[in-house]
């Protein structure tokens, strides 16, 4: 005989007696003698082969359960979060570049102050005393230098106008010596040529002809130094004139040496320096000038409080995203879960090495922050706060949402439940089963992507609606598997 398993699969009828070891008796299972352990190893192993096939041709086949998430309408936001600090818009150091010690403050933090108001008082009896000698210094230097000036000038111009007027006596005289010279050397040139021609025509002697050449060469010589003397002496009225007109030009130029005033005039200002004044309205905010202490460097800090921006650190990894004008949240421990509005109005071009603390993550709808210090360079930028909560004060932290990008009314789905084969990307759907049965059909649907956050990817294509199952893991099935649908 022949069994039927599961209506399909024919196994031949087993015969209970047959089966019955040899020495075992039926009737009340009554040992007749005890089993080898050959015979119980053999039905064993009978017994387990045959509760397999039963199990796995007779027993139903489990539904596997997968999770789903019902697809709706959303909006994905990515943001860069970052902790940055309060500051005025409007921050004025007021400094001072002397060393003397401070004599009295006269504010303190949280003063508001006018365009200038005294704020501090310097030590100035040692600058009073220097200037009193350097005054009367400088009265006798140039008293001095206005004396040696009308000296110059008047002998410059005494050499100029007899240069001018060739009144030179040293001249007249070398002129007039050269003149007489002149006329000597004449004469004798003339005698001499005469008593040549006699020479030549045998009337006198040459002992009487070089005579007369000794008179003529005598005469030449006298004008030859002549002239050489009246050269030098023009050439010494020259000297004299000169010399005459750069002791002339030097005592005017020391005369008209300002420095020494000059000086006085930077010590008078430092004099006025000493009275450190408001340079511009607001508040004190921090006050590092001492009693006692010099006076040099940044003393006080003047901000308008009234007018705040924040200023934070961007990183590396963000600086491409975060753009001039994109929208800005803002939340501080002192305004509690109020949302302040902002916009970011400035981004560093260049990177600055510093330790401010940084709370920053990029993130979807669910945003997350891990706050810590970063001694890594950063890119400053800075928010403009739009709508001032009067709890927000300058140097409060303040945790700065920059939205990089958002889009609403989209249908979103978690990035690991995206397939992607040979470049097209699709989603696995749970669809009711349509054969009348209860459960699911695994079914494909091609997408087209948009925007994505860390988590979610925004989904548009055919088939693409609310309420239809989207399976969470595709790995888990195959299209057109039977499976059973659950939530996260």
């Keep these: 005989m022949m069994l039927r398993i599961g209506g399909g699969l024919k196994m031949p009828k087993l015969d209970i007696k047959k089966l019955k070891p040899k020495g075992i008796s039926l009737k009340g299972m009554k040992l007749k003698k005890k089993p080898s352990k050959k015979i119980i190893l053999i039905c064993t192993i009978f017994i387990i082969v045959g509760a397999i096939i039963i199990g796995k041709f007779i027993m139903p086949k489990p539904v596997p359960q997968v999770k789903c998430t019902v697809l709706s309408k959303g909006k994905i936001v990515n943001s860069v979060n970052v902790l940055g600090e309060i500051k005025s818009k409007e921050s004025t150091n007021i400094y001072s570049n002397l060393n003397n010690p401070v004599q009295e403050v006269k504010v303190k933090e949280g003063d508001k102050v006018k365009s200038g108001d005294v704020l501090a008082v310097l030590d100035s009896n040692g600058l009073e005393k220097d200037i009193e000698q350097a005054t009367a210094t400088a009265d006798a230097t140039e008293a001095n230098a206005k004396t040696q000036l009308d000296s110059a000038q008047k002998e410059y111009n005494d050499e100029l106008n007899l240069y001018n007027n060739n009144s030179n006596a040293d001249i007249k005289n070398a002129e007039e010596t050269l003149s007489l010279a002149q006329i000597t050397l004449n004469d004798k040139a003339k005698?001499?040529?005469?008593?040549?021609?006699?020479?030549?025509?045998?009337?006198?002697?040459?002992?009487?002809?070089?005579?007369?050449?000794?008179?003529?060469?005598?005469?030449?010589?006298?004008?030859?130094?002549?002239?050489?003397?009246?050269?030098?002496?023009?050439?010494?009225?020259?000297?004299?004139?000169?010399?005459?007109?750069?002791?002339?030009?030097?005592?005017?130029?020391?005369?008209?040496?300002?420095?020494?005033?000059?000086?006085?005039?930077?010590?008078?200002?430092?004099?006025?320096?000493?009275?450190?004044?408001?340079?511009?309205?607001?508040?004190?905010?921090?006050?590092?000038?001492?009693?006692?202490?010099?006076?040099?460097?940044?003393?006080?800090?003047?901000?308008?409080?009234?007018?705040?921006?924040?200023?934070?650190?961007?990183?590396?990894?963000?600086?491409?995203?975060?753009?001039?004008?994109?929208?800005?949240?803002?939340?501080?421990?002192?305004?509690?879960?109020?949302?302040?509005?902002?916009?970011?109005?400035?981004?560093?071009?260049?990177?600055?090495?510093?330790?401010?603390?940084?709370?920053?993550?990029?993130?979807?709808?669910?945003?997350?922050?891990?706050q810590g210090t970063s001694s890594d360079a950063d890119f400053e930028a800075k928010v403009k706060v739009d709508n001032t909560n009067e709890n927000m004060k300058v140097g409060m932290s303040a945790r700065v949402n920059i939205i990089t990008n958002e889009k609403s009314d989209i249908y979103e789905a978690s990035s690991d439940s995206i397939v992607e084969s040979n470049g097209n990307k699709s989603i696995y759907v749970a669809e009711k089963s349509n054969d009348g049965k209860q459960g699911y059909i695994v079914k494909e649907i091609p997408i087209n992507t948009g925007i994505e956050s860390d988590f979610n990817v925004e989904i548009s294509g055919e088939g693409i609606s609310d309420g239809i199952f989207v399976i969470d893991d595709p790995s888990t099935c195959k299209v057109g598997e039977k499976i059973q649908i659950g939530g996260r």
Aim: with cysteine; charged share 25%.
């Design 191 to 370: 005698i001499y040529e005469k008593n040549k021609a006699l020479f030549d025509a045998q009337a006198i002697s040459e002992s009487d002809l070089n005579k007369i050449k000794i008179d003529y060469d005598t005469a030449k010589s006298d004008y030859e130094k002549a002239v050489t003397a009246l050269e030098n002496a023009k050439v010494k009225v020259d000297q004299a004139l000169n010399k005459a007109k750069s002791d002339y030009e030097t005592a005017q130029a020391n005369y008209n040496n300002k420095s020494q005033r000059i000086a006085i005039e930077k010590q008078k200002q430092q004099l006025d320096d000493c009275i450190v004044k408001a340079t511009t309205d607001g508040t004190i905010t921090h006050v590092n000038a001492v009693v006692g202490n010099p006076g040099n460097g940044v003393l006080f800090q003047i901000e308008d409080l009234g007018n705040i921006e924040i200023t934070v650190p961007i990183k590396e990894v963000d600086i491409a995203n975060v753009k001039v004008g994109q929208r800005v949240e803002i939340k501080t421990d002192a305004t509690g879960d109020e949302v302040i509005p902002g916009e970011v109005i400035s981004v560093s071009p260049s990177a600055k090495g510093g330790n401010m603390p940084v709370s920053q993550g990029n993130s979807g709808n669910t945003q997350s922050q891990s």
